[in-house]
Every structure is written in structure tokens, then in C-alpha cells.
């Protein structure tokens, strides 16, 4: 349980440090969450996870339309033709006769794919036309309706297969794009404590400027009185220019990281950037039994290891269709005529029927079919071995991450009462000096103490929020609000 007085303390500290953070009105302030939200909606890595979404889904559509009638138009019109031709004679002898006419024709084709067998079942109903110019005749042609049957045997059924992989391939995109979204967080934040820890070292800097100006204007009292030597003046005229370099440093150092920030989030301006402390979040409680279900049930990780399974088998499955026997039966019966006029072919049409069946049988090919499903076994069984070894890893990795961040959380608190401990020790040491009480060495030490106490603190916050968005990355779940992520 969390102790109140830290609790109170860093709470403190967080106040003390905002109150750094004052600007001028042409500053803009921003949230760690504002400018997370920011990044997801104007980051070209927003927009490029937008567009990868985007592919898939269209290649979703485009893999459903394969199990859905299809419907087509075809035909030729017109097929006007004026040329010369070869033609071969009673004799054997050939002659070059000419050619005018126009042979169009014009087909509904209506299809649909058999899932559970491969097969296809498809219809038809077309009519031609033939126009002989030279001759002044024409002739018709049609088909009325015919249905027919195409069925692979002994085949690969990549029908079956597709339908077992590819709505796993989409949800795991749909997954990935939410990942994507949380790892623009992980980076953003990043770049927000680069510039959150630029801005209070510009303040911290900024201050030990003034307050050692206001010192050495004492101490040069004292030196006229007699009461402190050369060297002390010396050590502060030194601490002085100390602080003005550290004072450019960091305005330097603001300034890229400002830029910095400016690109990623996608802002336009020239407004400064003010960036809010982020608060502690000391209510959180994650625990890796729970962090790891919501892993396994949400990371697109967790899809792939059964995709990745379930493409091993189909190549087996593909590679034993492709061996020895290949064969497709196609059967098709309807009715077809011919007639000087439209009506006429619809009248009385013949029936006609065409059953065949196509085979292929390899006699001899050296062990390539068998060596074909023997790599593919290797190959699923190398598959299996990869995926377990991945699944540890997984498991591994959200296990440390949970360790880590518990250990942050913890870790913070003590740096924030550490930092108090350290503000409070340097304005005794300030006042003791200016009483005469305290060396220059010592108030140099608590300086610099103090210093190093506020960086280490928003040091601090970065790992605790770089680890809560790992955390969100990993599990895709949202702790605060005690949900799963998503995004429309």
C-alpha cells in the first residue's frame, strides 16, 4: 500500500514544478494526453498506420468477393472483319478469297464458387450474330441458357484454406493498427519528457543564475567588510559563469527538442510550447496474470501465432494436392440454335451435353512430389518450433515489463521525496551563506544536489509513463479505464 505522505510530498513537488512551467500568452500549453492524441491524429506515422489499415481492409473486401456470385458481361461488338483469307480447295491447293463480314456476339456468364469442394458451378446464356456483306445474309447463333459443373479432384483446395487464414490475417491488421497507435504514444512521450526535462533545466538553470547573482552582490559586501577572501568572490564570479553557459545550453537544448516534438505531433506555428508536469497516477494496479490474458486475447501477436500454424499446414496440405494424381471432371448441359432471325433460335433449340474429364498422372519425376511434401513438413514442423519459441518470449517479455513498471511507480515516489528533501537542504545552505554560516564548497555541493534531484525526479515520471505505454502497448488495454482499446 502506498504511503500518503510520499503521496503528499510528490504532489507537492508536481505543484512546485508547474509552477516553473509559467509562460507568456503566446505560449501554448500541452498535456502529456493532449499531445499523445495530437501525435495519433497528425503523425505521419498516424497517417501511414491509417493507410496500411485502409489496404487491408480492402483486401478483406477483395477476399470475401471470392465466395460471392460473380456476374460478367462479355462480348464482341462489333467484330466487323474485311481482309483477305486463306482457303483451302477440294484439291488440296489454296487459294486467297475475300472476306467481308461482321461476327459479333454478346455472353452472360454468372459463376459461383463451392467452398466446401472447390468446384465451381456456373451458367450461360449468349447470341451471335453474322453478317456476310458479300453475300447479303445473316445468321444467328445462341445459347438460351446453359448450366454446368467444374470439379477439381484430388486438388489443393485453396477456397477452404483462404477462408481459414485470410479472416485471421484481417483481424490481425485490425490488431496491428492499434499497436501502431500505442507505439506512437511510447515515441511521443519521448519526446514530450525530452522537452518537459529541457524546459526545467532551462528554469533550474535560469534560477541558480539569479540567486547566484544574488549571492555574489553579498559576498562582494562581505569581501569590502573583510569577513570572506579573494577566493570565495573568485568561486562564485566562477559559479556565475557556470550558470550563464548552462543557461545557453539549455536554451539550446529547449529549442531542438521543442522542434523536435513540433515535427512528430504534425503542429504548425511558431507559438513556444509549454508543456504541463503529468500527474502521478498512484491508483494503478497491474498484475501480470491479468496484463498477460488481456495480451493473449488482444495482440495481434497472439492472432499470428495461430495464423502462422494454420499457413504451415496449408502448404503441407498444398504440397501433398500437387502430388500424383491431378484431375478436374466438367460437366455442362443446355441448349443451344441457329436461325436467320432472333425468335427463331429460341425456338425449338437442341440440347447439348459435354461431360470430360481431365487428368494428369506423373509416371516419373525422380522423387520431386515426395521431396516437394517433405520440405513442407520440415518447414511446419520448423513453424511449430518457432511459434513456441515466440510464445515464451512473449510471455517473457509482458512479465518484465509488468516487473519494470511496478518498480517505476515505486521508484518515482522516492525520487519526488527526494527532491523536496533536496529544495529544502539548498535554501538552508543559501540562507547559512548568507549568514556566514556555510563554506562556498558546501553551497556549491547543494546546488548542484538540487539540481540533480529535479532532473532525477522527471526523470523518474519519463520511465514510469515510457512503462505504462509499453504496458498499453502490450496488452492493448487500458488501465485507467479499465478496458481493451480501440480505435474506429
Known sequence: MLNFKHILTAILVLAGLKAWCNTPGDTIRLSLQQVVEMAKRNSISAKQATTVRETKYWEWRSFRSNYQPQLALSGILPGYNKTYTQIVQPNGTILFQPVHNDNSSLALNFSQSITATGGTIFGTTSMQRFDDFDRHNTLYNGVPYGIGY???????????????????????????????????????????FDLLLAQVNLHVAELNLTNTQNILKVANLKFELGKISKNEILQLELEQLNAKKDVGTAQRDMEIATLNLRSYTGQEGTEKIALDVPEIVADISVSTDKVLAEALENRSDAIAFVRRLAEAKRDVAKAKGQNGLVATLNANLGFSNSATNIPDVYRSPQD???????????????????????????????????????????????????????????????????DTIAAEKYQIAKDRYLLGDLSITDLSISFKENDQAKRDYVASLRDFWSAYYQLRYLSLYDFEKKQKITYK
Open 150 to 192: 467444374s470439379q477439381p479432384l484430388f486438388q489443393f483446395n485453396q477456397l477452404k484454406w483462404d477462408k481459414k487464414i485470410e479472416p485471421l490475417k484481417y483481424n490481425e491488421s485490425k490488431q496491428a493498427y492499434i499497436e501502431s497507435q500505442e507505439k506512437i504514444a511510447i515515441t511521443v512521450a519521448g519526446y514530450f
Open 352 to 418: 447439348q451435353q459435354v461431360v470430360q474429364l481431365q487428368f494428369s498422372l506423373p509416371i516419373l519425376d525422380w522423387g520431386r512430389s515426395r521431396s516437394r511434401v517433405k520440405t513442407a513438413e520440415a518447414n511446419e514442423q520448423f513453424t511449430n518450433y518457432a511459434v513456441e519459441q515466440d510464445k515464451q518470449t512473449f510471455k517473457q517479455q509482458i512479465v518484465t515489463q509488468v516487473t519494470l513498471f511496478n518498480m517505476m511507480k515505486n521508484q518515482m515516489l522516492l525520487t519526488g521525496k527526494a
